[in-house]
């Protein structure tokens, strides 16, 4: 019997030509890498390594390695998405059923490789809190089951370890459950709101093939934040306004919603050795929320550890902060403050970034506190000058406008975001979430 395995894990951002290496056991003669359904090399006999192009994008992609025998017949395949979230933690759902064989209640159960057990658990259902009890078990509320319905569990460990499942039942699932969703972030146009699930059969393709609506949430919106170190000094002039009063006023000035959260994403980062490809890890703020202040504050107060401001990587930055704002599934925005001259060692360009933003559908806001047509801005694409309490402010309200006109819709299946399509029909009152 064969066995195939990667020894090559591409937990980073990765784009470009990269080494890859199996591990291969059994009769097999070669392997063969596909990319995105696509053939993408031949790997033949030991040392089972070679090399994957993943172009000069920086784009999610589905690798699959195929291990076949002598005579061409696919005898074992592994798979790892990359450029997407990957679980160092997870968490699962067991459904109990009652006397009438409907779900009653769920355990949950976990692991990270860490060993730890998480900080805190929120589990939800169809967007309402549901109380866990010490043993991880959840008691469900009376539901309908002509309708579909979504049990939902977030689970955060140290630093920003988070992992997320997601189970629907009910209505056209009748007693099945599916456990793999794709979360697709869409923008209601004016005037417009969604129809319920089982009316927005054919709005969404993937890869050409219609997917089913799962669910529907709005829940909390969650701001991703890259701020240049240069930018904070600035930041604090604007903020104080030279008048201690307006200071405890201006704390609770731009807020979001209560149950939103802004993060910070420090935009300079550690190399730690991984088992093949080593990983760069950028430093993130807990969540801040409303009742601590709004915007302007959480810009002007939040200080992480002293780094070196020469050697940080901004677009780097942003690219991660994109990639936690698929974690939870959550209306979601990037915000990169940059100031007037800002230094950038990236990696990756700008317009790089701003593309994988665009692909994976989170929306991305650039503020400056200089000139706008300066290269350090429009090397984004677009940026708002920010100089100004009037000029945060209107752009805070466009900001917190986009976020309240986002919906996510859960669809069945597992998809490359690139690929989900709207209908017409869908387009009439929505568009996907992408770049700003």
Known sequence: MAQIAFLTLFLGLTFGSQPIELTVTGPVATVEMRLDGAPAGLIVGPPWSGRIDFGPSLMPHELVARALDTQGNEIGRVQQWVNLPRPPAEVDIFLENGPAGRPVAARLTWQSLTGESPSAIEVTFDDKPLAVDASGRVQLPAWDPEASHVLSAVLRFSGALIARRDVVFGGRWGEEVATELTAVPVRLRRDKELPPPEQMGGWFRAGGRPV??????????????????????PLITLFTGGSPARQEFRRYDMILGKEDAVRFVVPTARTVPGSSLPADLFGQSPDF????????????????????????????AVAVAGLQALHRNRRRAVLVVLSEQPAEVSRAAPSTVRRYLEAIHVPLFVWTLGDPRAPAATSWGKAEKVDSFGRIKSAFNRLKDDLTSQRIVLVDGRHLPQSIELSPEAEAFVELVGAS
């Open 212 to 233: 089913a609506v799962a669910a529907l949430e709005k829940g909390p919106a969650e701001l991703l934040v890259v701020r240049d170190a240069d930018a904070q000094k």
């Open 289 to 316: 929320k409303a009742s601590e202040g709004g915007l302007l504050w959480f810009l002007a107060s939040f200080s992480p550890p002293v780094a070196e401001p020469r050697q940080q990587r901004l677009a780097d």
